[in-house]
Each structure stands twice: as C-alpha cells, then as structure tokens.
T-cell receptor, first 114, second 113 residues
Framework: DGGITQSPKYLFRKEGQNVTLSCEQN?????MYWYRQDPGQGLRLIYYSQIVNDFQKGDIAEGYSVSREKKESFPLTVTSAQKNPTAFYLC?????????????FGNGTRLTVT | GDSVTQMEGPVTLSEEAFLTINCTYTATGYPSLFWYVQYPGEGLQLLLK?????DKGSNKGFEATYRKETTSFHLEKGSVQVSDSAVYFC????????????FGGGTRLMVKP
C-alpha cells in the first residue's frame, strides 16, 4: 500500500543535540511538507518542497533544516538553535498541480527534548 | 493573510447527539475548503472537501457546506458515535497558491457512551 512513513514514532534527545526526523513516501508525490503541532494548537508549516533539490521556508523555519535529495525522502533536522523543539511533527505529501487535492499525512513523530 | 478560525474545544457529546463544529475563514477569491480528522496518536486524514461555493462535502455521515456569503464551512453530523472522538481541523487552500494549506486550530470532540 502507498503511504507516508515517519520514523521513529517517539524520539528523545538532550538539549543541545541536533536530531533528524525521517519521512519517506511511495506515493510518487512531488510536493512534501513538514508541520509542527503543539498541544491544543493547529498545525504550523515548517518547510515545504515542491520538487527534488528545492525547498522553501514555511512560517516557523527558524531552528530547522531540510533536504530533498530524492523524491521519496524529505528529512527534517531539528537543530540546537530551535528554542522549543518538544512537539509532534507531521510530514505530508500532495500530488502536484491540483489546488483541491488533499494532503496525505504520516503518523507523526513525537519529539521530546530535555 | 489567509486564516481559518474554529470553535474552541473540547466539545463533549453523548452518543447519538447532533454535532456542529463551526469554521470560518478569511481568504481572497474562492479557496478550496477541507475538514481533516486526527485520531489519537495518528496523523491527519482527509474527512471531506468542497471546492466551490454552495458545494457540500460529505463522508462517513459528516457534512459541510461551502458558504461564500458567510465565509463558513461548518461541520455537522446527525448522530455521533464514540468512535468519532478525535480532533477535527478545518483548512483551506487559496485559489492562487497551489499546494499551500492553512489550518485552523483544531477542535477536540469527545463522545461519551
């Protein structure tokens, strides 16, 4: 079955360490997204990529970095510069060119930094 | 800029009660509108969508009508079940922004037996 795989489901890190969250899709979608979800809040866009080797900052990109070397993969690195990294991170993808096509989401990674 | 406003939760209902979750939006032109659902510990799933004014999206007993005059897309269900307990997100894509999606803050629904 096609879908988006995020791993791991739970991740624990010490403050000051960089950590990379994995996102892989086999839907053949061009566009991929990273969102952050905090308790009781909506989703905020961190980074997105419309095509391989290209990506743009979203609303809250500071302290994060991404790469898009392959169509299937869009890893997110949470750097030590991110002041409040503890959150639920969701990766999504979308077919190109259609305004009303829905996002497909992974099951998320819950990151806890202590 | 574009924005989506949802009623704050949690919304607590008894099984078989009628559900309404309000959603209003601010956007230029004619955005596409969506409702997503998030079950505990999971990502979001598309529940329904509407792409033009007066369209009604429906799925699994849920409905929402795109009201341009009131810039609203309220979610309704006639008889909720315990399994409907989840967080519901209203979202929009502006008509000139291709792949960008703006989400509301989410509304938690709790259905008690």
């Amino acid at each position: 079955d096609g879908g988006i795989t995020q791993s791991p489901k739970y991740l624990f890190r010490k403050e000051g360490q960089n950590v990379t969250l994995s996102c892989e899709q086999n839907l053949n979608h061009d566009a991929m997204y990273w969102y952050r979800q905090d308790p009781g809040q909506g989703l905020r866009l961190i980074y997105y990529s419309q095509i391989v080797n290209d990506f743009q900052k979203g609303d809250i990109a500071e302290g994060y970095s991404v790469s898009r070397e392959k169509k299937e993969s869009f890893p997110l690195t949470v750097t030590s510069a991110q002041k409040n990294p503890t959150a639920f991170y969701l990766c999504a993808s979308r077919p190109p060119g259609q305004q009303n096509s829905p996002l497909h989401f992974g099951n998320g990674t819950r990151l806890t930094v202590t | 800029g574009d924005s989506v406003t949802q009623m704050e939760g949690p919304v607590t209902l008894s099984e078989e009660a009628f559900l309404t979750i309000n959603c209003t939006y601010t956007a230029t032109g004619y955005p596409s509108l969506f409702w997503y659902v998030q079950y505990p510990g999971e990502g979001l799933q598309l529940l329904l969508k509407a792409t033009k004014a007066d369209d009604k999206g429906s799925n699994k007993g849920f409905e929402a009508t795109y009201r341009k005059e009131t810039t609203s897309f309220h979610l309704e269900k006639g008889s909720v079940q315990v399994s409907d307990s989840a967080v519901y997100f209203c979202a929009l894509t502006p008509n000139n922004a291709g792949n960008m999606l703006t989400f509301g803050g989410g509304t938690r629904l709790m259905v008690k037996p």
